[in-house]
């Protein structure tokens, strides 16, 4: 018997009694069922008792970007993998090859996949790149990775260590050596009070660890061209030119992270690409595939790739990591149908359009709660900081957002949150919708915070001082 015919409960009983779930304290699962999702069309889903949602998350993790229940993309995967489901990436493979070409049309400046199967994994091997890099030639200096607070960089031991959410790492310590952290970018919470050129003071910050930490012990910087999961940052005016100039006047490689903002979640195919940043490594995971295989790219430029060309003195200078999972078909071919869908409906465009359409709803909203710090974005990446005083913009509690997104799925909408990431600031709530998103279903989504906003301020728990972080 297929799982789908089994009745609900018997289901959610088997999901209780067997399955540990992702970022998830189960004792609260005592009290509650567990919810268990059943399926997906579009931008709505299912979960086992029957309830329907729009999908404001695309997929709880911001990865199904072209919607749900795509039968190309099924009927890609099953003809490839019934063809050859894998051979390991030390060969080729046709999907492997195709969509490499695919993709680097979209990426000018950038010249080489290397494929792995996760974000985490992906961002692996760029340091390990870095890493090999600075041994080949620079006698094993510039091997440091700088990284940014409040991003987010993956889940594995390196990937965590090159994190800037201290809640995340709490408990995971010690971490790698070699990752060393500068201050974010967020001019909502500006460390340099109200002032005109944040973006530059902001990217003033990163050369400061450069020269503390030594320009000739750091190889590269790793950023999310706006950061996901931290928060919904974007960067401010003049900080990418001025960030672009620090790592060229210090020889340190750009790795931009595009595993939430790649494959036109913010409006162009990649995030970067608004800034005119000029990467000299690109990962990709999530949206790469719409999520419908795990596939991740470790995407660089000509240059990087020739470090690792032998010459007649130095054959073991060739990057020497391999992954099982990377050489599964089923990824690529998925990609290859998700990048067709995306050119066909145009939906890089319709996440630009439809993203500014729902950021300017946001705005309305924002003038008529207080709660609202502040709205911000692009395309399809959306958040809401909240805050319990506009005047010293206090974040509320962490309370405050799951209250908030728990209300939002009982009137059917799934949104997102910073999700006990920080100690202080888990109060953005985060829009990440199917780059599908129409404008009724836009409508919807900012009717139903509408709804949840002012039934919060009719209720006597706002008031409360627990609900304020302290
Ligand atoms: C910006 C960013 N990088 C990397 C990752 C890690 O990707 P994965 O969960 O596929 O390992 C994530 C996951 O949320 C992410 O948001």
Known sequence: ?????????????????????????????????????????????????????LDASSGGVWCVNVGYGRTEIADAIRDQ?????????????????EFAEKLLEKMPGMSRVYYASSGSEANEKAFKIVRQIAQQKHGGKKHKILYRDRDYHGTTIAALSATGQEERRMHYGPFVPGFV?????????????D?????????????????REGPDTVGAVVFESITAGGGVITPPEGYWPAVMEICKKYNVLIHMDEVVCG??????????????????????????????????????????????????????AYFRDVSTYAGCTAGPAAALANLQILERENLVNNS???????????????????????????GLLLGIELISDSKTKKPVAEEVAIKIAGMCMKKGLIIGR????????????????VLTLTQ?????????????????????????????ES
């Open 1 to 53: 018997m297929g799982i789908m015919a089994l009745p609900a409960s018997e289901i959610i009983e088997k999901d209780r009694n067997h399955v540990w779930h992702h970022l998830s304290q189960h004792s609260v699962l005592k009290h509650q069922d567990p919810l268990v999702m059943v399926k997906g069309v579009g931008s709505r889903v299912w979960d086992a008792k029957g309830n329907s949602y």
């Open 81 to 97: 993998v019934l063809k050859l489901n894998f051979f390991a990436s030390t060969a080729g493979t046709a999907p492997a090859a």
């Open 181 to 193: 952290e500068f201050p974010h970018c967020c001019e909502y919470r500006s460390q340099f009070g």
């Open 195 to 211: 002032v005109s050129n944040y973006g530059v003071l902001a990217a003033n910050e990163l050369e400061k660890v450069i020269l």
């Open 263 to 316: 494959m036109g979640r913010t409006g162009k195919w990649f995030g970067y690409q608004h800034y005119g940043i000029k990467p000299d490594i690109v990962t990709l995971a999530k949206g790469i595939a719409s999520s419908y295989a795990p596939i991740s790219c470790v995407v660089t430029t000509e240059a990087l790739f020739d470090e690792f060309i032998a010459d007649s003195s130095d054959r073991a």
């Open 352 to 378: 630009a359009q439809m993203g500014d359409y729902l950021l300017k709803q946001l705005v309305t909203l924002k003038d008529k709660y207080s709660v609202i710090g502040d709205v911000r974005g692009k």
């Open 418 to 433: 910073t999700n006990r990431s920080f100690t202080h600031f888990n109060n953005t709530l985060c829009l990440c919708p």
């Open 440 to 468: 009724k279903e836009a409508d919807f989504i900012v009717a139903t915070l509408d709804a949840v906003f002012r039934e919060l301020l009719e209720s006597v728990d706002l008031l409360s001082s627990t609900l304020v």
